[in-house]
C-alpha cells in the first residue's frame, strides 16, 4: 500500500498547475527533455502500444517551421517558449510490437488489419501519452501550455512528410507517410506574472456519477 | 521556478505504477473518489472545455450492467475490482462553456456549429483527462487498471441511453443521448503477488526527435 504524495506534490502536478502563454529566459536542454521521457514513457498504454511520437522543437530553424500551421493566437507564446513539443503518433506502430509485447505475438496482426482499430488506438493511447508528457514535465518542475489550435495538415506535410512517399511504408494504407500531430505542447519555466486568473472548473455532480 | 518531485513520487506515479489485474480487500470509499476528481479535475483541457464524464461503478448491480459489454479477458478483473470508472465525454460539453470560459463567449458557438470539431475535442480532451484520472488515483496511493477492450456501443445504450430519445438534447445532432464511452479504468488497491513482469518500453531515439 502506498502512502499519498505530499500537498506541495500534489499542488505542483494538479492543484497549482497552470498553462502559461509567457516565459521566463531559462533554456530547456537536452537532459531535461530525456527526463520527461523517461518518465512519461512508463504510463500505461493499450496492450502497451506506445503510439506516441514526440518531436522537441527548440532552433529557431525549427520554431520557423512550425509557425505557418500555428493559430494567429497561437504564434507568439510558442515562438517564444524554450521548446515546442509535437505530441504525435506513429500508424504504424504495431510493428513495435514484437519488442513492446514479446508474450503476446499476436497483437501485431490484429492491429495490421484493422486501419480503424489503429487509427482509434493511436489517437487515444497518444493523448494518454501527452498528458503523461504534461504531468512529468509538471514533476521535475518545468511548466506547460498545451494548445489544439494548429492545422494538423499542414505540419504534418512540413515534419512528417505527408504527401511524400514513404520508403518502407506500407504503400496500400499509408501512402503519404504514417506519423501525425495530435497537439502541441510548450514547455519552458512560466512567467507567473502575466498569468490570467484560473478559470472554475465543474463540481463532482456535475462531471461524476456514483452506481 | 519548482522543485523536482521526490524519487518516491516519481516512482509511484510512473516508474514504479503497474498496471493490476488482481486486487486485495479493500473498498475504494466515496471520499477517495472525490479525491481523484478534486486533482485531475485541474489538469488541462482546449480551451477548458472537461468534456470528460466519469461513472464511477461500484455496486454489484453496476457491475453486472458493466458485464455484457466487457470482452472476455477483462471481465474477472473488472467484476472484482472495488471500483471501475467509465472513462466518457458528452458531445454537448459546450453547453458548460458559458460556467467554464466566461471570458470567451463566442467559444460555445464555435463548437455548437461544428460536429467534427466537437467530436475531435471531446475524444481527446476526456483521454487527456483519463490519463489525469490514472495519475491522480496512482498520486492518492490506488492503482489502476486501464482498458479499451468493451463493446462501446453496447456499454453506451446501458449507461448512457444511446438509442434512447434524449429530452433536452439537441434532436438534430444527437437524437441518441450525448455522452459515450472512450475507456475503462479499474481502481482499488493491486495485489503485487499477482503482477507479470514488466514489458519494456520504447528507447528514447526510437520515439523522440530533437529539431
Same sequence: chains 1, 2.
Avoid at 6 to 28: G, M
Avoid at 32 to 54: E, F, H, V
Avoid at 73 to 90: Q, S
Wanted: neutral net charge; proline residues 7%; contains cysteine.
Amino acid at each position: 500500500m502506498q502512502d499519498i504524495l505530499s500537498d506541495e506534490a500534489l499542488d505542483q502536478i494538479f492543484r497549482q498547475a497552470r498553462t502559461y502563454r509567457a516565459w521566463l529566459d531559462k533554456p530547456v536542454t537536452d537532459e531535461t527533455l530525456r527526463q520527461i521521457y523517461d518518465l512519461m514513457k512508463w504510463g500505461p498504454t493499450s496492450a502497451n502500444t506506445c503510439p506516441a511520437r514526440i518531436v522537441f522543437v527548440r532552433s529557431r530553424e525549427g520554431k520557423e517551421r512550425l509557425k505557418p500551421a500555428l493559430a494567429p493566437g497561437n504564434v507568439e507564446k510558442t515562438m517564444t517558449a524554450p521548446a515546442t513539443a509535437i505530441v504525435a503518433y506513429d500508424l504504424l506502430f504495431y510493428e513495435k510490437l514484437p519488442k513492446l509485447s514479446p508474450h503476446n505475438p499476436k497483437m501485431r496482426d490484429l492491429y495490421a488489419g484493422n486501419p480503424q482499430l489503429v487509427e482509434s488506438t493511436a489517437k487515444r493511447n497518444s493523448s494518454l501519452q501527452g498528458a503523461y508528457l504534461i504531468i512529468a514535465a509538471r514533476a521535475l518542475g518545468l511548466d506547460c501550455g498545451p494548445m489544439s489550435g494548429f492545422d494538423n495538415a499542414k505540419l504534418d506535410e512540413e515534419f512528417f512528410g505527408a504527401g511524400k512517399e514513404c520508403a518502407g511504408c506500407d504503400q496500400e494504407f499509408f501512402p503519404e507517410g504514417h506519423v501525425r500531430s495530435n497537439f502541441l505542447c510548450n514547455l519552458g519555466y512560466g512567467d507567473p506574472g502575466k498569468l490570467h486568473p484560473r478559470a472554475p472548473r465543474l463540481e463532482f455532480e456535475e462531471a461524476c456519477d456514483l452506481r
